[in-house]
């Protein structure tokens, strides 16, 4: 059990490194190229918000790496593999041996091609920002003391978290979104619908069906000041003709898996690093595990399934007989004032076969809400605008409860009332019970003419107290005695 | 005559009036806990005196029918002592086992234990309070180097600002504790309950969370996980008075909100709002109940709550802090002094080289004779006539074929013993099972001490003569060490093993020494550690320092790993365990009480999963686990989670459903959540009225 070598060290690797470590796994090196120890990637929207403080991302305390047999090298990148002498090269040359390799690399921004905004030497122009890391989230952080205005390219997830972040702090955002609608990977038009009217709510416009094309001045001419002197304002020129002048441009126009290692190393890679359900490459002695791997033609994408991954390799790297059988995703939208949850790929699963929607849209509540029933099991669920029944939706989706014919409506409407004994206090019967702490039925209660005559002959209300309200209705309603 | 309750940890305090030949139950206002209130139980607790079913001679199995005859005193005993030796001739001494209860007063469990190590010599000795609050036990002692259920007396509540009940119904499990909860909302404080029910405590408090069972840890780290995000901890305070906030605020920045809420199904909404409500006072109290405790992962979740009432810089400050709500009458006495597998009187730990001289002692043995650790309490069961385990088991206080966990192979684990030998006052499910059943006496027939979930010990006074026939478990303890030829005498008046007692645990944890009968009668009782009789005992702890040696607090790094039993698609329903407000523990006592309702075992489900099912309320369903099945009516209540039923365990069958996964640390069983089916049983196969069916197992 020794010589696990795992390139890359985000949230997979982590969690892999974790789950080996309780296994008695000891000589684990991580490389991984960003500058920090791991993190909690996904919060960094919420530290760009100012909600979550950068310094509680961190996953592990700096000193326990070393106290439990791991080599934790930051800022060190993995530069080629060789598998025939089962060795990394970094950058600087050095050659690190394995005898077990995990690639846990994540994935890249896709760029969108924007002409102007990579400059000669290949940086990034200085007001245009990607948002991955934990160094981009700093400098995009910088940024937005001396900025006015933002522009965000990709309304997905990432990008409606970053531009409702970035409006919290008190720019002026915009979002340009490709596709038809927002979220489109996730959600359909109605829900898309409904999202863009609560942003313009919130102040942020939104541009749908339109694509940018180009970094110009603020004025709208290419030239010169894009080069980012003057006052560092620039333009978004769209593919519609209009420029959206701005301070600042973020890419979140998603990722794609990281596998040119892989790739360069000869490794069977299709749009990620294939690999079984162990988690093997086309070479057993190297997985992969997170965003960078393919598994039965499927990217994830999220953490959870990139943690059960790890937790799944480091069973099957600790001897146990396990597969890999797939994820169920949930998407939860973290942005202040966007309710938002999708359940696997509703959109994907609607048109399946044997497939039932069930659906409420509200628009005088903003709320649409639809969940894809198949086999009476909830299979996906778009929740926008209205969360209140979530955790029970979620419930039942990852356990894949097996639901009776009115409970999808039940989810989306809210329960059926139980069997209640009708009328109030005052209609009782004698024999009903009042107070369950002394065991005192409403007709005792009646017998009495006073509060104090109740607490003297049945105790009623001297337990918990809770019956009170009821003998005091129940005295109030006692017919009066005297002519 | 002042006297305290015979059933739950409130111990509320009573007067006891002879009018003719009657015993009635009258208020004692001036006992602070519970001011003269008392529910249902408390007011009818003389209704088993002079009861029909109440033993009053030993029995005898007889080898040759099989029935139970009755026995005279010494012939049972004689008996008892003879072959509990042949038996430790032949197997060692470990083949003897002695389980006790959560309900023997201090004396007895003091006594018991002593019993077990100086005359049996056995390692084999344990109790059922395992079952009940021994994960806040052992949280508390990690955390805070000693386990007090409240560090502060219950009345406290009254000025917190804001109160945090996590798996508890107080108010019906007791319900005399309900007027300071009322105090404090009428002063503007605040109550969050956490429970998957919405039970009569949720519906007095201001904010309700139900998570889906087992996931209270996952919540708890939730809550930690924002005050680290949004800079909320009390940092000053984590850094004068506690170790470890590091090492859990790392584990909890893996627990973001919508995390939590995947998991626990309180959302990301509920979430914050708890946090803002609970960083926006200075007093608050979170009080842990079985709820929280009684998983496979009780004391990581206590502890869990723990490191969120440290992170808030709550223990020590006055009306803030963490505490237990202990259940059993002497939950917290009976495991001080030395009934538990591990422990000495005092709260010693038996492998302590220092606390092993010191008890030896004061017993007048030597520290070498006394026996090491033994099996925790479902341990115990579960060895019982195995080659290695008991052949012989000496039961206490206690009714396991109905309390413990996976009860039918409890039962069959007693059935295969060559001794059973069972103290008791009426003929309950374990003592059908015995070779030999002695007639004990109960509450006010006997005196002596308990110590209440605040830590303050208590006097029962007896008020009455017990029938004929009977005898106290302390004479039947003495009884039995003199014919077993114990080294050293046994006494069986209460206040003189008490005073002993008081030695025993003198520099313990628990210290008792400086505490006597008067003191307790003229002091409305007295908390410990009380060291000498000048010492004013100690109702609030942590002011100054926490009892580990560097006085600090430990936060302990615990993470949320999911339930022994996941659901799954045979057993698609969560199934929990609870109590029921006129019913207590296994019933043996309350339910043979005429004026205490008993309903028989229900099954309370929503509206929605009785949709689905087709059952109706009042109507037979059938809940089956991997362990057993129980038939019983439906409740159909919109208080629960719709994929959570809900089964009271006073009742013989329930407990044959629940799961017997383990905490790591206290050793207490998963009773609070298992994988369970639920189906709508034919009215062909209808139950007789009230009566729940074990239809299969
Ligand atoms: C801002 C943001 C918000 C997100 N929000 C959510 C969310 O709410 N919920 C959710 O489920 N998911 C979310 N995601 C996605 C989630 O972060 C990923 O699914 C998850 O991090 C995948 O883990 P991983 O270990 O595969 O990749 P990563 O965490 O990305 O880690 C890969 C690491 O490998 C390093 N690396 C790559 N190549 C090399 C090399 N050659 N040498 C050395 N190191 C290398 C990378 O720099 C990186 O540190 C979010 C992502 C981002 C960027």
């Known amino acids: 059990m020794s010589g696990t070598v795992v390139v890359g060290s985000g949230m997979a690797a982590l969690r892999l490194v974790e789950r080996l470590v309780e296994r008695g796994h000891r000589d684990l090196t991580l490389l991984g190229d960003e500058p920090h120890a791991p993190y909690n990637r996904i919060l960094l929207s919420a530290v760009l918000e100012g909600t979550h403080r950068p310094e509680a991302l961190e996953l592990r305390p700096a000193g326990w790496y070393a106290t439990h047999g791991v080599a934790l090298r930051t800022g060190t990148r993995a530069a080629a593999l060789d598998l025939d002498a089962r060795e990394v090269e970094l950058v600087d040359g050095e050659r690190v041996g394995y005898r077990t390799l995990v690639l846990a690399t994540g994935s890249i921004p896709t760029l969108p091609p924007i002409r102007g905004m990579v400059r000669m030497d290949g940086t990034l122009h200085p007001a245009v920002h990607a948002f991955r890391t934990l160094a981009d989230c700093r400098r995009l952080d910088e940024a937005v003391a001396g900025s006015r205005r933002a522009v965000v390219v990709g309304g997905g997830l990432l990008g409606l978290q970053v531009a409702r972040a970035l409006s919290v702090r008190g720019l002026q ?143 099957h790297l600790s001897g146990d007989d396990v597969t890999h059988t797939g994820s169920r995703t949930v998407a939860r939208l973290r942005a202040t004032g966007l309710d938002v949850a999708v359940l696997g790929d509703p959109e994907g699963a609607r048109t399946l076969p044997g497939s039932e929607v069930v659906e409420v849209t509200n628009p005088l509540q903003g709320s649409h809400r639809s969940l894809v029933v198949r086999d009476r099991v909830v299979v996906a669920a778009e929740l926008v605008g209205d969360l209140s029944r979530v955790g029970l939706i979620t419930q039942h989706y990852d ?40 065991g005192v039925a409403a007709g005792a209660v009646r017998r009495c003419s006073s509060l104090e005559e109740v607490v003297e002959r049945t105790r009623a209300t001297t337990g918990c107290g809770g019956c009170a309200p009821d003998v005091r209705q129940l005295l109030a309603a006692r017919p009066s005695l005297t002519a | 005559m002042h006297t305290h309750c015979p059933y739950c940890s409130l111990q509320c305090g009573m007067t006891l009036q002879r009018e003719g030949r009657r015993l009635e139950v009258a208020a004692w206002p001036e006992f602070p806990v519970n001011e003269g209130g008392l529910c249902r139980k408390g007011w009818t607790a003389t209704g088993l005196r002079g009861h029909r079913e109440r033993l009053t001679t030993p029995m005898l199995r007889d080898r040759t029918t099989g029935e139970l005859r009755a026995a005279g005193w010494d012939e049972a005993l004689d008996l008892v002592a003879s072959r509990l030796q042949e038996l430790q001739q032949e197997s060692g001494a470990d083949a003897v086992g002695v389980f006790g209860g959560g309900g023997l007063t201090n004396e007895k469990a003091y006594s018991l234990g002593k019993l077990a190590r100086v005359a049996l010599r056995t390692s084999q000795v344990d109790y059922n309070g395992r079952w009940c609050m021994s994960s806040a036990a052992s949280a508390s002692n990690q955390a805070f180097g000693i386990d007090r259920g409240l560090p502060f007396p219950l009345a406290d509540l009254e000025r917190a600002e804001v109160l945090v009940l996590v798996g508890s119904n107080l108010a019906e499990t007791m319900p005399p504790a309900v007027r300071h909860l009322d105090r404090l909302r009428e002063r503007g404080g605040r109550v969050v309950v956490v429970d998957p029910r919405r039970t009569p405590t949720a519906d007095r408090a201001d904010v309700l969370l139900q998570p889906v069972p087992g996931t209270d840890l996952a919540l708890a780290l939730g809550v930690l996980h924002l005050l680290d995000a949004r800079g909320l901890a009390d940092e000053a305070y984590l850094a004068a008075r506690t170790t470890g906030w590091d090492d859990v605020r790392r584990v909890a920045a893996a627990w973001w909100p919508e995390r939590v809420e995947r998991v626990t199904g309180v959302t990301v909404g509920e979430l914050h709002a708890l946090v803002d409500l609970l960083t926006s006072h200075e007093r608050v109290v979170v009080l842990t109940a079985r709820g929280a405790e009684q998983h496979a992962q009780g004391t990581a979740t206590v502890l869990g709550w723990i490191d969120v009432a440290l992170a808030l810089g709550l223990p020590g400050r006055p009306h803030a802090g963490y505490g237990c709500l202990t259940g059993q009458g002497n939950g917290q006495g009976g495991r001080e002094h030395g009934q538990k597998s591990d422990q000495l009187p005092g709260y010693r730990m038996i492998d302590d080289p220092a606390a092993r001289e010191h008890v030896a002692r004061v017993w007048g043995v030597d520290p070498d004779d006394l026996p090491g650790p033994g099996r925790s309490a479902y341990e115990l069961l579960d060895a019982l006539g195995r080659p290695d385990g008991p052949r012989a088991l000496l039961v206490l206080g206690s009714n396991p074929v109905v309390s413990a966990p996976r009860a039918a192979h409890v039962a069959d684990r007693l059935r295969s013993l060559d001794l059973l030998v069972v103290c008791d006052l009426v003929m309950s499910e374990t003592a059908a099972l015995a070779d030999v059943v002695l007639p004990v006496t109960q509450w006010a027939e006997e005196t002596g001490t308990m110590t209440n979930l605040e830590g303050r010990v208590i006097l029962r006074q007896q008020a009455v003569a017990p029938p004929a026939g009977v005898r106290s478990d302390l004479e039947v303890i003495a009884g039995l060490a003199q014919r077993l030829g114990s080294p050293v005498p046994f006494s069986d008046d209460p206040e003189e093993v008490f005073a002993e007692l008081g030695r025993a645990s003198a520099g313990g944890r628990a210290d008792y020494a400086g505490i006597d009968y008067d003191r307790i009668r003229e002091e409305h009782g007295v908390f410990w550690p009380c060291p000498s009789p000048d010492h004013p005992g100690t109702p609030r702890l942590f002011a100054d320092a926490f009892a580990h040696p560097d006085g600090r607090a430990r936060l302990v790094a615990v993470d949320h790993v999911g339930t022994a039993e996941p659901t799954d698609a045979a057993y698609p329903v969560h199934l929990t365990t609870g109590r029921v407000l006129a019913q207590y523990q296994s019933g043996a006592q309350t339910r043979r009480i005429a004026d205490l309702p008993d309903t028989g075992a229900f099954v309370e489900l929503h509206p929605s999963l009785a949709d689905r099912l087709g059952a109706y309320d009042g109507e037979p369903v059938a809940v089956t686990t991997r362990r057993g099945r129980l038939v019983a009516p439906a409740r159909v209540v919109d208080t629960i989670r719709p994929d959570t039923v809900f089964v009271p365990f006073h009742w013989v069958g329930v407990n044959q459903l629940t799961n017997d996964a383990l905490d790591p640390s206290s050793r207490m069983p998963e009773f609070k959540v298992c994988a369970a089916q639920v189906e709508a049983v034919a009215r062909a196969a209808r139950p007789s009225p009230g009566e729940p069916v074990e239809v299969a197992r």
Do not use: K, M
Not at chain 1, 183 to 212: F, N
Not at chain 1, 243 to 265: E, I, K, N, Q, Y
């Open chain 1, 173 to 315: 955002v915009e979002v340009v979104e490709g596709g038809e609608h927002l979220l489109r990977s996730q959600v359909g038009p109605a829900a898309g619908r409904i999202l863009a009217r609560d942003l313009r709510r919130l102040g942020t416009s939104t541009y749908t069906g339109a694509r940018a094309v180009r970094l110009v001045t603020e004025h709208g001419e290419a030239g010169a000041d894009v080069d980012g002197d003057g006052d560092g304002a620039v333009g978004l020129r769209l593919d519609n003709g209009y420029t959206l002048p701005t301070d600042l441009v973020v890419l979140t126009a998603g990722g794609r898996p990281s596998v040119a290692l892989a790739r360069a190393a000869g490794l069977d890679v299709r749009r990620g690093v294939v690999v079984d359900a162990q988690l093997r490459t086309s070479d057993a002695s190297v997985h992969a595990i997170g965003d960078c791997a393919e598994h039965d033609g499927r990217l994830t994408g999220f953490v959870a399934p990139a943690w059960e991954q790890a937790e799944l390799l480091a069973s």
């Open chain 1, 399 to 438: 356990r894949g409860t097996v639901l009776g014919p009115h409970e999808p409506g039940h989810l989306l409407l809210g329960p059926p009332r139980p069997p209640v004994p009708g009328g109030t206090v005052a209609d009782l019967a004698d024999e009903a019970e009042v107070c369950t702490c002394a």
